[in-house]
């Protein structure tokens, strides 16, 4: 017997045990399927996961989008910021229509969303470390978590606006 029909009789010896068979009922089914090479149709009878119109929203899920959609958006403004940097270092004449774009409102706008996404995105992290010592995990604490991290991104942009305006 070659060794690898040595370990499959082993494997179907197992198998045969009671235990085994009453612990593990759906793996071994579905292995058995695989193994009597069923079609696979037969397989679509597995439960399906939830899918996002079953679950009822709530603030937690809405932190988790947004902290990757703030991610993929700083990494885009982090190439703006390095065509920025490259206009302001070819001098005035380069420089003037990412200037005039920078303080136009849709700009403006642009600027805030990018302060946002990064107070977002820190903030969350933040929460992310905190949880990862174990702490906030329920439920309550994290949707109070969420919601912080969530006004801490509106504010955020609007402290810096005031800092810059008004402050020292």
Request: hydrophobic share 50%.
């Given at each position: 017997?070659?060794?690898?029909?040595?370990?499959?009789?082993?494997?179907?010896?197992?198998?045969?045990?009671?235990?085994?068979?009453?612990?593990?009922?759906?793996?071994?089914?579905?292995?058995?399927?695989?193994?009597?090479?069923?079609?696979?149709?037969?397989?679509?009878?597995?439960?399906?996961?939830?899918?996002?119109?079953?679950?009822?929203?709530?603030?937690?899920?809405?932190?988790?989008?947004?902290?990757?959609?703030?991610?993929?958006?700083?990494?885009?403004?982090?190439?703006?910021?390095?065509?920025?940097?490259?206009a302001v270092a070819a001098g005035p004449e380069t420089y003037a229509p990412i200037g005039s774009l920078l303080s136009s409102p849709l700009g403006q706008i642009a600027l805030y969303l990018v302060v946002a996404a990064f107070a977002f995105h820190l903030a969350n992290g933040v929460r992310h470390l905190v949880f990862d010592t174990g702490a906030g995990l329920k439920p309550a604490d994290a949707e109070t978590t969420a919601w912080f991290a969530i006004l801490f991104a509106i504010a955020a942009p609007i402290g810096l606006w005031a800092l810059i305006r008004f402050g020292a």
């Open positions: 017997m070659p060794r690898n029909d040595k370990r499959l009789a082993f494997i179907d010896r197992r198998l045969a045990l009671p235990n085994v068979r009453a612990r593990f009922p759906p793996y071994l089914a579905l292995q058995e399927t695989f193994m009597a090479g069923a079609p696979q149709q037969s397989l679509s009878a597995k439960p399906k996961a939830p899918h996002l119109q079953v679950w009822r929203w709530h603030v937690t899920m809405l932190s988790s989008i947004l902290h990757r959609a703030t991610g993929v958006a700083l990494y885009g403004a982090a190439v703006g910021f390095a065509i920025w940097l490259m």
